[in-house]
């Protein structure tokens, strides 16, 4: 019963973590957007960089805490750890670099530099939605439920968004560094990450509902 309880518990708790991911895109989106348009941008654009890593921190959270509760993985490669990893360090990174960039040090450089990071994190876990999809559908395919295979469409177009995302991040952020229109390249490339971790949140949040209530029916059957 307890096993139930604590699976479900960490089933609810990554649900949420996925939409609180999607609201940080979001903020980051509309920062981005109000920067772009030329409203107090050397503020907007550290604070936007703070928020996408804090939400990439939550992201990264959420993934492992789903990963930490199928058994039986073979290896780091198989749930793409190295993924998850990089989406921690860049996120942890871009928090820091918001923060300098916010009390004035380089702020230019080091808001294009986290860009570059934060589409480089994004491309290397471009695959992970979707590979904690197809563990989760592989564990309990009897379970399998209208809502859970669109959340696994959903996790294959999200991975392809992502990858796109992230290495257009990189070339925005490169061509930023080397000083061409840094400040309306960097809100570019922050509305399209952040447009990016609204879609990996949101599905992310459908793949682990779809399985929720499957988990619970046990808890039903128990004879005290």
Do not use: C, K, W
């Amino acid at each position: 019963m307890s096993t139930t309880y604590s699976e479900s518990v960490a089933t609810e708790t990554a649900a949420y973590g996925g939409l609180a991911d999607a609201v940080g895109g979001i903020a980051t989106v509309v920062l981005a957007i109000i920067g772009l348009a030329g409203v107090h941008t050397d503020v907007l654009m550290p604070i936007a960089v703070i928020v996408f890593g804090a939400a990439l921190l939550i992201q990264g959270g959420t993934m492992l805490s789903e990963f930490a509760n199928v058994p039986g993985l073979a290896s780091a490669e198989q749930i793409g750890a190295s993924g998850i990893s990089s989406v921690f360090l860049v996120g942890v990174a871009g928090i820091v670099l918001g923060v300098l960039a916010l009390i004035g040090i380089a702020a230019s450089s080091l808001v294009s530099v986290s860009v570059i990071a934060f589409g480089a994190a994004l491309l290397l876990s471009s695959s992970s939605v979707r590979q904690l999809s197809t563990v989760r559908a592989a564990m309990a395919p009897a379970t399998a439920s209208a809502a859970t295979l669109v959340a696994g469409e959903m996790a294959s177009g999200s991975a392809g968004v992502q990858l796109l995302a992230g290495l257009t991040a990189i070339v925005l952020g490169i061509l930023a560094v080397v000083g061409i229109q840094a400040g309306t390249l960097v809100a570019s490339a922050l509305i399209v990450v952040g447009a990016a971790i609204v879609l990996s949140g949101s599905t992310l949040t459908g793949v682990v509902t779809g399985f929720m209530p499957s988990e619970r029916q046990p808890r039903a059957h128990i004879v005290p």
